[in-house]
């Protein structure tokens, strides 16, 4: 834990289940601790992460402070601190969503010193004048590398990652998978993510098209991994495919793509941004046809070569430490005013 008085941004994390926000607050936070004293707080947080825990917050040194939120409930205990406890907190609220938001969202949101967004599309709903700072991947742990650690010998692998249910395409996946594998033996499918209570019929119903089409044995559904085993899990893959109907950002196929894995992906989020002709394919969202023709395409191509550009196009415009810097540099601006 780093010394209370040298922290000068806190950065909360308050939601137990892993998600593309914890992912980022993990991954962020060690790069940014070598710029600036910097510490998550909050729930589901690895060791060696520098941190402070939620019930010294109070007891911190009156200092001015940025207090990053990325969630609802995290903007309002930055609030509750600033207003109740009279903490010295200058607030920033980084959002990935292209909703529009709600009444209580928007006042919350008004009483923020910053605003972030990661895409255009996101700035656009925001109120206020967001600064735009896209997400990154650290190229270094996303790299690409053998592994085998979905044990399927002999085998090339077509991956789609990410909680299982209608708002993450999987069922365009599947039936995409179920047209194809027939008449690529070398392939199989692997879904890989959580299928919540809530989603239990949904999840059921795929396995019940999978197992209709006799391919129980080429579609396989895999546990959520921790995050430090999903590099291996894109490196197993010859192709990534993002079927989503609606994300935020969308850090998978960008991680896809920096472990040399090419992409097809839906135009939603960020995709666009990173997925270009030279490493993947962008069809219209909830076009299934449009999803199975174009992953038809690219198992008819050189994946190996497409990867590899990716990969350079991710190192050379959408690495972690761009990220890290442009937030770093918005904190200090903060903690000069």
Not at 92 to 102: A, C, E, K, N, Y
Request: some cysteine.
């Amino acid at each position: 834990m780093p010394d209370l008085d040298d922290i000068d941004v806190i950065a909360p994390n308050l939601n137990r289940r892993l998600s593309g926000v914890t992912a980022t607050v993990i991954a962020l936070v060690p790069l940014q601790a070598k710029k600036i004293g910097i510490a998550a707080t909050g729930v589901a947080l690895p060791d060696g992460l520098p941190f402070v825990p939620l019930w010294k917050l109070p007891f911190l040194k009156r200092k001015p402070r940025v207090w990053h939120a990325r969630r609802n409930n995290e903007m309002l205990l930055g609030i509750l601190l600033r207003s109740v406890l009279r903490m010295k907190l200058k607030m920033i609220f980084t959002s990935s969503s292209p909703r529009i938001r709600g009444g209580l969202t928007n006042w919350m949101v008004s009483k923020m010193d910053a605003i972030v967004a990661t895409t255009p599309v996101n700035a656009g709903v925001m109120p206020g004048t967001p600064v735009i700072i896209p997400h990154g991947v650290n190229t270094e742990t996303f790299s690409p590398g053998p592994s085998d650690i979905f044990d399927v010998p002999n085998q090339k692998l077509i991956g789609c990652f990410g909680r299982v249910r209608q708002m993450k395409g999987t069922h365009h996946f599947v039936d995409a998978m179920c047209t194809l594998l027939p008449d690529h033996p070398e392939y199989t499918a692997v879904i890989m993510g959580r299928i919540t209570p809530d989603n239990a019929a949904y999840g059921a119903d795929l396995k019940k098209r999978i197992a209709d089409a006799g391919l129980a044995d080429r579609i396989l559904f895999k546990d959520e991994l921790p995050l430090t085993e999903m590099p291996k899990a894109y490196r197993a893959l010859s192709l990534y495919v993002a079927p989503s109907l609606l994300e935020g950002f969308g850090l998978t196929p960008l991680e896809a793509l920096s472990c040399e894995v090419p992409v097809v992906a839906t135009d939603v989020g960020a995709f666009r941004d990173f997925v270009s002709q030279d490493c993947g394919i962008i069809v219209d969202k909830d076009d299934a046809p449009a999803l199975t023709a174009a992953v038809g395409t690219m198992l008819a191509k050189d994946l190996p070569a497409m990867g590899q550009a990716g990969r350079n196009r991710v190192s050379a415009e959408f690495g972690l430490e761009r990220e890290a810097d442009a937030l770093v540099a918005l904190y200090r601006d903060l903690l000069a005013k």
